[in-house]
Nanobody
Framework: QVQLVESGGGLVQAGDSLRLSCAAS????????MGWFRQAPGKEREFVAS????????YYLDSVKGRFTISRDNAKNTMYLHMTSLKPEDTAVYLC??????????????????WGQGTQVTVSS
């Protein structure tokens, strides 16, 4: 089992930056692929970014490329999502996920085993 807890969400203005954190605990969590998803009201859960266990391979949703950066610190069992140039359309609950066998390009939510509860990000115009 892996437990995931997100933090760092909040209310910001368009163009602002925000950094989300995901603290992981549990057996061999540092070896898992980890990722960020988001879900806006009335919409399906959407892949945002993922990172392999070493941090050497990442993958992003096209609309966040160049604005969002995913990273992880295995010594701290923590993954991050640094978001810049935020837009109102980035407003959503952001959830972190982990899986022992997913690939970095696994974007379907149902393919991920472990989920956090989510943290709200609201971007005002």
């Amino acid at each position: 089992q892996v437990q995931l807890v997100e933090s760092g969400g909040g209310l910001v203005q368009a163009g602002d930056s925000l950094r989300l954190s995901c603290a992981a605990s549990g057996r061999t969590s540092s070896m898992y692929i980890m990722g960020w998803f988001r879900q806006a009201p009335g919409k399906e859960r959407e892949f945002v970014a993922s990172i392999n266990w070493s941090g050497g391979s990442t993958y992003y949703l096209d609309s966040v490329k160049g604005r969002f950066t995913i990273s992880r610190d295995n010594a701290k069992n923590t993954m991050y999502l640094h978001m810049t140039s935020l837009k109102p359309e980035d407003t959503a609950v952001y959830l972190c996920a982990a899986d022992p066998s997913a690939l970095v390009r696994t974007t379907l939510p149902r393919r991920w085993s472990y989920w956090g509860q989510g943290t709200q990000v609201t971007v005002s115009s």
